[in-house]
Nanobody, 118 residues
Framework: QVQPVESGGGLVQPGGSLRLSCRMSGRTFHIYNMGWFRQAPGKDREFVARIDWDSEDTNYGTNVKGRFTISKGDAENMVYLQMNSLSPEDTAVYYC???????????WGQGTQVTVSS
């Protein structure tokens, strides 16, 4: 079983920055892509960012483009989400996803809370 494990959430002031991390635990597979989604209270889950593992091509949601950056982490099978210029509208639970190569399923992490407030 593939298990994404997120870390790095917390409380930050408006205009601040935060970096989330996600690593693959459990059974390891070659990764096809890793990504992030978020869900704010009372709202639908929203796509944030994705990185294709081999090409390192990236895609971003409209609301975060230009402020957030997804990249491979320093350790194997790890990804970062650097979040800058945060606003209260970015407050949400952030979920990491992993899609292994050759497997149709996408695996979701438990989520990490990000709160932007003064």
């Amino acid at each position: 079983q593939v298990q994404p494990v997120e870390s790095g959430g917390g409380l930050v002031q408006p205009g601040g920055s935060l970096r989330l991390s996600c690593r693959m635990s459990g059974r390891t597979f070659h990764i096809y892509n890793m990504g992030w989604f978020r869900q704010a209270p009372g709202k639908d889950r929203e796509f944030v960012a994705r990185i294709d593992w081999d090409s390192e091509d990236t895609n971003y949601g409209t609301n975060v483009k230009g402020r957030f950056t997804i990249s491979k982490g320093d350790a194997e099978n790890m990804v970062y989400l650097q979040m800058n210029s945060l606003s209260p509208e970015d407050t949400a639970v952030y979920y990491c996803t992993i899609k292994p190569q050759g497997i149709s399923a996408t695996y979701w992490g438990q989520g990490t809370q990000v709160t932007v407030s003064s």
